[in-house]
């Protein structure tokens, strides 16, 4: 529970996006579409999923023609919301895509999402697109002794299946105090493989680079049914070899596929920026992203204009998987956010929160990613990153335009490629079951918190429910 309300700056927005694009300006929607039209490829949804199969679509065979029907404008969803962390974390565990294909196929897969790190990076570079990329890695920490005890089995594990020193480490002390000092931390790891990004500048900058490439992205267009060779809009039409869905967090508001994935919020406030006595007490120079082995974690940023950019679940679910699409924040989790960001780092209590967002994310059943296209039907999709998106949706790009180009690669082979998930449960069991976990996680933080040496037995039959 929040203990103290938040204080907020004059200009305070909550909403309205995210403040990634308040500090842009938002842009004007381009032009929706016109009426019929035929595409060799269709894209549903111009957020980076979308954009990066587009992107490698037209660089791989730039005779194609390739369209994007965008609802809103390039980047509104998840793209230009989210925590700004170009992870290589994996979604889902090793184990489950072992199951179907063997642990050499998983490593395979962890791997890449480890090198698409450095491909988002490559492109930005190659493309112009500045959007504050900085590859400073990944501190976790932990600030009791079970998440202590859960970073140490963390780590261990990570060793079984081959991560090396060079992929995770453990911190020292001295080392961990001359990064970034967090309140009340007990110990931490660090790994390479992220970067700290602004994600709107990387939508912005992508959706231009495919524009350029010649690729029409018809924004305010929203596509009511997709079915086999068709996407359907209120405008018009659009008929095309491959119909590709790349609809991540939105994908239950389309027909048929209100159960495929359960859009999951998130919440965001950043806080104005910080003076220097502040980050003399914080240090953070490396600007390396930050995370914690809570059950209800959370995730942040030092940001290009220095300040701090802080996320964690806010109402983790709205019922019936609607989508609260212009990212207001309830007070309630304003609070929160900024209970747990002054209680990392206190010097931050002078400071005040100057925005607060939401968004939604694609969350399959069994919390592991798909990628397919049906030749047959030439319905294709790719989603379900469970908070993982920045990197997984270049992954997903690459590996889409591979099977849309029939292509047999080392993309095309990885195990989450036509991987199967059921359905979600109907409501009221979905609400349920998403608002027990959660309940059970903060019940689970708040016992480890107050001295528990071992994990809570709550946050394990929190797991058990939903199957995370």
């Known amino acids: 529970m929040s203990t103290m ?31 019929d039209i035929e595409a060799d490829v269709a894209i549903v949804g111009a957020g980076y999923t979308g954009l990066w199969t587009a992107y490698y679509l037209k660089k791989a065979r730039p005779s194609l023609k390739v369209v994007v029907l965008e609802k809103e404008f390039a980047g509104f969803g998840a793209s230009g919301r989210n925590g700004g962390w170009l992870t290589g974390a994996l979604a889902g565990t090793p184990e489950r895509y072992a199951k179907t294909h063997g642990p050499d196929a998983a490593r395979r897969l962890q791997r890449s999402m480890f090198g698409a790190v450095d491909e988002v990076v490559r492109v930005a ?81 992508l959706a231009r680079a495919v524009r350029d490439l010649g690729v029409e992205i018809y924004e305010r267009t929203p596509v009511t049914e997709i079915t086999r060779g068709r996407a359907v809009t209120p405008h018009g ?119 607060a967002w939401s968004g939604v994310l694609g969350v399959p059943r ?25 990197t997984t949706t270049n992954l997903a790009g690459r590996t889409l335009c591979d099977l849309v180009l029939r292509r047999d690669t080392e993309l095309t082979a990885l195990p989450w490629v036509d991987r199967r998930v059921r359905a979600w449960e109907p409501e009221p069991l979905r609400w349920l079951g998403v608002h027990s976990m959660y309940r059970l996680y903060r019940l689970a933080d708040a016992r480890e918190n107050r001295g528990m040496t071992r994990t809570s037995t709550l946050a394990k039959i929190a797991n058990k429910i939903t199957g995370h």
């Open 5 to 35: 309300s938040a204080p907020l700056s004059p200009g305070f927005v909550n909403g309205d996006v995210s403040f990634w694009y308040r500090s842009l300006g938002l842009p004007v929607p381009g032009d929706p579409l016109g009426g």
């Open 366 to 390: 069994d919390w592991c990613a798909t990628v397919h296209v049906d030749h047959t039907t030439g319905l294709g999709w790719a989603g379900g990153y469970t908070g993982h998106g920045v």
């Open 237 to 355: 039409t659009v008929t095309a070899g491959h119909v590709l869905r790349c609809t991540e967090g939105f994908t239950a508001t389309i027909r048929g596929h209100h159960r495929d994935w359960l859009p999951m919020n998130s919440s965001m406030i950043v806080t104005e920026p910080l003076p220097e006595k502040v980050w003399d007490s914080i240090g953070w120079a490396g600007r390396e992203l930050l995370g914690d082995m809570a059950h209800y974690y959370m995730y942040a940023q030092r940001t290009a204009d220095d300040r701090i950019a802080f996320g964690g679940r806010g109402k983790p679910y709205l019922y019936g998987s609607k989508v609260d699409e212009r990212g207001h924040t309830h007070a309630w989790t304003v609070d929160a956010l900024w209970d747990l960001l002054t209680s990392f780092f206190p010097a931050v209590g002078s400071s005040r929160v100057a925005h």
């Open 125 to 205: 570079a190659e493309e112009g697109i500045e959007a504050d990329i900085v590859k400073g890695g990944i501190t976790t920490v932990a600030r009791s002794a079970a998440q202590a005890g859960r970073l140490r089995e963390d780590l261990a594990w990570q060793r079984d299946w081959g991560w090396t020193e060079e992929d995770v480490r453990l911190l020292p002390p001295e080392e961990m105090d001359a990064r970034l000092r967090v309140n009340g931390a007990v110990g931490a790891t660090w790994s390479p493989h992220c970067a700290r990004i602004q994600p709107a500048k990387l939508a912005r900058g």
